[in-house]
């Protein structure tokens, strides 16, 4: 979804559905265009607080949710999503907060393998943020429940 105050905002598979959607390609070529902001922003700050541009800026350490959906999008990952109703009728990523970090979880509605695929999509997202410079760990909670927490690398 887009919003002309703010610019390309990447889904955090938690939203409903607003009006006319973009493509697939559309949203892809918006969350690279977006993610080649973010370059351009590593490149001016990063040399300037002693960091490479290999690591998340400021902008990216103040609003890590968005800098995280925005990192997923922009490698081709698809994001979870919910109907009107509250229940998911999407699989993929669901980018939240927990306590001090970004967590990733891999969902979908029932029905739709997500469950046997998290593992697999999480290590996708995994690599895909890894390659962006944030550091990741791989959780396994009750029910075989998989998860990812994300951090900036100092």
């Not at 598979?13 to 607003?18: A, I, K, M, R, Y």
């Not at 109907?83 to 979908?108: I, P």
Request: net charge neutral; proline share 7%.
């Amino acid at each position: 979804m887009t919003d002309s105050a703010e610019g390309f905002r990447a889904a955090t598979g938690d939203e409903h559905p607003s009006g006319p959607e973009l493509s697939a390609e559309e949203r892809a070529a918006a969350a690279r265009q977006a993610m080649d902001g973010v370059w351009q922003i590593r490149k001016l700050m990063n040399p300037a607080d002693g960091r490479p541009v290999s690591v998340p800026a400021e902008w990216e350490r103040r609003q890590p949710l968005r800098a995280v959906a925005l990192g997923l999008a922009a490698a081709g990952l698809p994001a979870s999503a919910l109907g009107l109703d509250g229940r998911r009728t999407a699989a993929g990523y669901r980018v939240s907060h927990v306590d001090e970090v970004v967590r990733v979880e891999w969902l979908g509605p029932p029905g739709s393998r997500a469950g046997y695929e998290q593992h697999e999509q999480l290590q996708r997202c995994s690599r895909a943020l890894k390659d962006l410079g944030w550091q990741v760990l791989e959780y396994r909670g009750a029910r075989r429940h998989r998860w990812l927490e994300v951090e900036p690398l100092p």
